[in-house]
């Protein structure tokens, strides 16, 4: 290949350098390096499309139209809830609500199995040294997200609810956060206790997780329920918990 000027070659090489970066976080969490549209996911089991961009304070934000390891992006069902994530953990297999459970901290971020990790002691992490980077934007060592979108930070979780909100209820008597005018749709997917590993607010409260960390064991996150009608960003999201994820583009 043939360059004019070493401008060009360095934007291509550049270019080659962010290509094999996204491909490698591809394959390091199971994603398909093919995908356009829609997004597939985890061999081809999940399948996500972008939302139209909302417009906010700090930008516009695009976002998936469903969690991480939903079925459905239909409020209405239980197949929109999806998978449950301890915070700065990649997709491994804990996240998933039929998971085994382990007693055992993680002496690193790679736990080397997909249990999700009983917090006994109330240490509140998962991992015995916290680390405060796993999911710092794109280019976190353990990013969930498919490559080009990443946990929300908590300023952008307050510009969307700057926008306006409501809590509404299906005909099954699920809720879920409606954002902008419904422009983004969040179900109450429930929680898993860190410290027993069972399933609590199934259907009636929703937590979501922030890309920020706060102190040690703790990043920020945001949750909602049926009884409350203002919508908690809280720094007190202990790591341990499994909560839902919803991915932003980059």
């Known amino acids: 290949m043939f360059f004019n000027t070493r401008k060009e070659m360095f934007k291509f090489i550049t270019f080659g350098v962010l290509l094999m970066l996204c491909l490698f976080n591809l394959n390091a969490q199971n994603y398909d390096a093919q995908f356009s549209k829609p997004i597939v996911t985890e061999d081809g089991k999940f399948s ?51 998971s085994d459970t382990t007693l055992i901290l993680s002496n690193n971020y790679e736990t080397g199995h997909g249990k999700f990790i009983v917090d006994e002691k109330k240490s509140n992490d998962w991992m015995k040294n916290s680390d405060d980077k796993l999911w710092l934007e794109e280019d976190g060592l353990t990013n969930p997200c498919p490559c080009g979108y990443r946990v929300p930070t908590s300023e952008e979780w307050r510009a969307l609810l700057s926008l306006g909100f409501e809590i509404k209820s299906t005909t099954d008597g699920y809720f879920y956060l409606s954002i902008a005018n419904g422009q983004l749709l969040l179900p109450a997917a429930g929680l898993r206790n860190a410290y027993t590993g069972h399933f609590i607010h199934i259907g009636t409260r929703g937590f979501y997780w922030a890309a920020n960390t706060i102190a040690t064991g703790t990043s920020s996150c945001i949750d909602f329920n049926k009884d409350d009608l203002v919508p908690n960003i809280t720094t007190y999201g202990f790591r341990a918990f499994g909560r839902s994820v919803r991915c932003v583009k980059n």
């Open 48 to 98: 996500y499309y972008e939302l139209s961009p909302i417009k906010t304070a700090v930008g516009e934000l695009i976002f998936l139209d469903r969690n991480l390891g939903a079925l459905s992006s239909d409020v209405n069902s239980s197949d929109s809830w999806g998978d449950l994530y301890q915070w700065g953990r990649a997709t491994d297999g804990h996240e998933k609500r039929m």
